[in-house]
């Protein structure tokens, strides 16, 4: 009877290790949830040379969240006013003054049989002199 009580926890122990480890690998994905872009509204006549740098920030489903996204594109509302990099780096057109907004856009996760992956975007406002 010694012997069972010794067996006993030693083959609970076992299991109990065996349920840890069978659980390992099964974390969600890190999903896009948002993005916002910073600065939210810019003038560059107080930046130097004209130029703005705005950056994406993608809130997502697990840390690190928010974070800068490497991966968004970029587009301005009007192109005649500003150009924009692929890194979101904003210059105002030689002559041309107004307002445009800066949008930064990428792709959430699609998984699973007819899903549609869906377009984040977030905007932020240039005033070019």
């Known amino acids: 009877m010694a012997r069972f009580k010794v067996w006993l926890p030693t083959t609970l122990l076992l299991a109990g ?3 840890v480890a069978s659980g390992c690998g099964t974390e969600s ?3 896009l949830q948002s ?5 939210a509204s810019a003038d560059a006549h107080s930046s130097p040379n004209g130029q ?3 950056t994406a ?3 997502y ?3 690190p969240s928010p974070s800068p996204m490497t991966q968004s594109g970029w587009s301005l509302s009007d192109p005649t006013i500003a150009t924009i990099s692929l890194s979101g780096l904003t210059q105002c057109n030689p002559g041309a003054s107004g307002a445009v907004t800066v949008k930064a856009s990428a792709s ?3 998984s699973g049989t007819g899903c549609t992956a ?3 975007s977030g905007t932020a406002q240039l005033i070019c002199p």
């Open 52 to 54: 703005v740098q705005f």
């Open 61 to 63: 489903s697990q840390p």
């Open 57 to 59: 920030l993608g809130a």
């Open 108 to 110: 959430g996760t699609c």
């Open 118 to 120: 869906v377009l984040f």
């Open 29 to 31: 994905p890190r999903l």
């Open 17 to 19: 290790i065996e349920l």
């Open 35 to 39: 993005i916002s872009v910073t600065p």
